[in-house]
């Protein structure tokens, strides 16, 4: 079955403890990203990810780090979580920018 | 940067009433897509629809790319419509823009 799996799909955590959300892909996809929503303002791209080892920022970059050592996974990093990172994240991948995207279940975060 | 605007930002339907979602974006696109996030938070695609129009079902869409605007029709409307709807614009420089979404709730 094609899927985007991502772990947790729940956390809570305490400001400045290091976490790292996974993303997992198996249908062979080149572009991966990631997005946090919150309400009133829809999803917005953290980080997006054209191929192995090609990554780049989206529109909300800082406090996160990303690698993309292989095609299937694409982790997200937070360094040091602060409460403003208290988020609904997604993980998606496609063959290309846009078409046919698919998306993973989502994590809710919460730092305290 | 793009600014991508959705409206109506609510809406509540009786079910089997028809709407329409209006996406505008404010520059060029190379791609647009329609996604909705069910009341479970699952995001599904709907449409990909960089011009044209296309139909799926009680779903259709419609992209006028030279007005910069796109929108969804949604006929004979279920509860299982209910949810928030997203329009979604792809950039040249591989950057992704949602808005920010029109929830739709359905009555029965």
């Known amino acids: 079955e094609a899927q985007v799996t991502q772990n947790p799909r729940y956390l809570i955590t305490v400001t400045g403890k290091k976490l790292t959300v996974t993303c997992s892909q198996n249908m062979n996809h080149e572009y991966m990203s990631w997005y946090r929503q919150d309400p009133g303002l829809g999803l917005r791209q953290i980080y997006y990810?054209?191929?192995?080892?090609?990554?780049d920022k989206g529109d909300v970059p800082e406090g996160y780090k990303v690698s993309r050592k292989e095609k299937r996974n694409f982790p997200l990093i937070l360094e040091s979580p602060s409460p403003n990172q208290t988020s609904l994240y997604f993980c998606a991948s496609s063959f290309q920018q846009g078409p046919e995207a698919f998306f993973g279940q989502g994590t809710r975060l919460t730092v305290v | 940067g793009i600014q991508v605007e959705q409206s109506p930002p609510d809406l509540i339907l009786q079910e089997g009433a028809n709407s329409t979602l209006r996406c505008n974006f404010s520059?060029?696109?190379?791609?647009l897509q329609w996604f909705h996030q069910n009341p479970w938070g699952q995001l599904i695609n709907l449409f990909y629809i960089p011009s044209g129009t296309k139909q799926n079902g009680r779903l259709s869409a419609t992209t006028v790319a030279t007005e910069r605007y796109s929108l969804l029709y949604i006929s004979s409307s279920q509860t299982t419509d209910s949810g928030v709807y997203f329009c979604a614009v792809y950039t040249g420089g591989f950057k992704t823009i949602f808005g920010a979404g029109t929830r739709l709730f359905v009555k029965a």
């Open positions: 520059d060029s696109v190379n791609n």
């Open positions: 990810s054209m191929n192995v080892e090609v990554t």
